[in-house]
């Protein structure tokens, strides 16, 4: 009989939504790491074979109930958590853990926006653990990952956020595309809205529908903006992310909502800095930018990007190109930047790259679980 390997223990806080189902699923195909601790504020608490039945006789017997959120307890088998909570709940759970001495990866929004006040503008409610908000690395793993291997606590980020700063940071970087410019119209499948029943995500009503929302005010939108400051506007740095920077206000972005499980695409489009920049430019940006990253594929030469190219994968396709739909004043061109960007909005929007920081922060390989 071969000899069982030991694999490091992480749990899971609240895996009773879909990214908490789609950790489960990359877990147990992981070769180093084994839940170890599934937690639940419900009373009674869910056996999560019975929440989901897909599960049945894929986990051991004594890892299919979900046991209360006690620190010390999963401390006691723990190295690493993934919070999948709500963003209050989590910012409520996070000084225990890492008080425990456990590392966090938090899937909500509570530690995304470096700013307190912009948090609250976004989400509608006072952040509580400002003191680790302050030290919290916010985890676009691409940027930041040295960042995160040291980490103790990362915020994962959010699904339209990862896609739109994969594809305009190396854009913005080289000097090809004006900050100021940036429109991003965005469309995911109803899994990322989560599980709670709303009226808009009945069958009924969502359906052979597609429907716009949160038109210029939805709460990723400040997110985009502080990851293209950050990585995309000179000088880059964790530090320097303060609202204003000039030529770089949070881009408008309009997401929609399709009549599909899971995906996400992207179409941005930006004014380029000099009328003759070629599309040759932009793909040269991007295949420089990803070209030893495991997960990014820029789709040089192939403009047909399609959700079915991303889904169940760790992974975010990319191109862009220049397009002259009109002659303008005078007879002019207006060229304009169109950029689309790929993803899966539960795995490399969520739960995919949860794990990609988790292997760093746990000395692991990046790719170990995701390929």
Same mark, same amino acid.
């Given at each position: ?138 985890? @676009?793993? +691409?940027?930041?990952? !040295?960042?995160? &291997?040291?980490?103790?606590? $990362? ?5 339209? *956020? =990862? ?118 430019? @932009?793909? +040269?940006?991007?295949? !420089?930018?990803? &070209?030893?990253?495991?997960? $990014? ?5 192939? *403009? =047909? ?67």
């Amino acid at each position: 009989m071969a000899e069982r390997v030991s694999k490091v223990g992480v749990g899971i806080v609240g895996p009773t939504g879909y990214t908490g189902l789609e950790l489960i699923e990359l877990i147990m195909r992981h070769p180093a790491i084994e839940i170890a601790y599934l937690a639940s504020a419900r009373t009674p608490a869910p056996a999560i074979d019975e929440e989901f039945p897909r599960l049945k006789g894929r986990l051991p017997r004594e890892r299919v109930g979900c046991e209360a959120i006690d620190s010390g307890r999963i401390a006691e088998r723990c190295k690493l958590v993934f919070l999948c909570l709500p963003h209050e709940a989590a910012m409520e759970q996070t000084p225990g853990l890492l008080a425990a001495g456990v590392k966090v990866v938090d899937l909500s929004a509570a530690y995304r926006l470096r700013e307190a006040e912009t948090y609250e503008s976004a989400y509608g409610h006072a952040h509580t653990d400002v003191e680790n908000l302050a030290g919290a690395v916010y985890g @676009l793993t +691409e940027f930041a990952r !040295e960042r995160v &291997r040291g980490a103790r606590l $990362v915020a994962n980020p959010g699904c339209y *956020p =990862t896609a739109a700063a994969i594809a305009l940071v190396p854009l913005l970087r080289a000097g090809l595309i004006r900050a100021n410019s940036i429109v991003i119209n965005a469309a995911s499948g109803v899994s990322g809205a989560g599980r709670s029943p709303k009226a808009n995500l009945h069958f009924p009503e969502a359906n052979e529908n597609y429907s716009p929302y949160g038109i210029g005010t939805h709460r990723h939108q400040p997110e985009i903006g502080q990851s293209l400051r950050r990585w995309g506007i000179p000088p880059f740095g964790e530090d320097l992310i303060a609202p204003g920077i000039e030529g770089c206000d949070d881009p408008l972005f309009v997401p929609h909502l399709l009549p599909i499980e899971r995906g996400i695409l992207e179409t941005i489009y930006a004014l380029p800095v000099s009328d003759g920049l070629k599309t040759s430019q @932009l793909q +040269e940006a991007l295949c !420089e930018a990803y &070209r030893d990253e495991p997960f $990014v594929v820029v789709r040089d030469g192939d *403009p =047909t990007i399609t959700l079915r190219d991303v889904q169940r994968t760790n992974r975010v396709h990319v191109n862009a190109r220049i397009v002259c739909p009109r002659a303008g004043r005078a007879g002019r061109e207006e060229p304009r930047v169109v950029v689309i960007a790929a993803e899966d909005n539960l795995v490399k929007g969520a739960s995919g790259q949860a794990v990609q920081n988790a292997n760093l922060m746990l000395g692991l390989e990046e790719s170990l679980g995701l390929v």
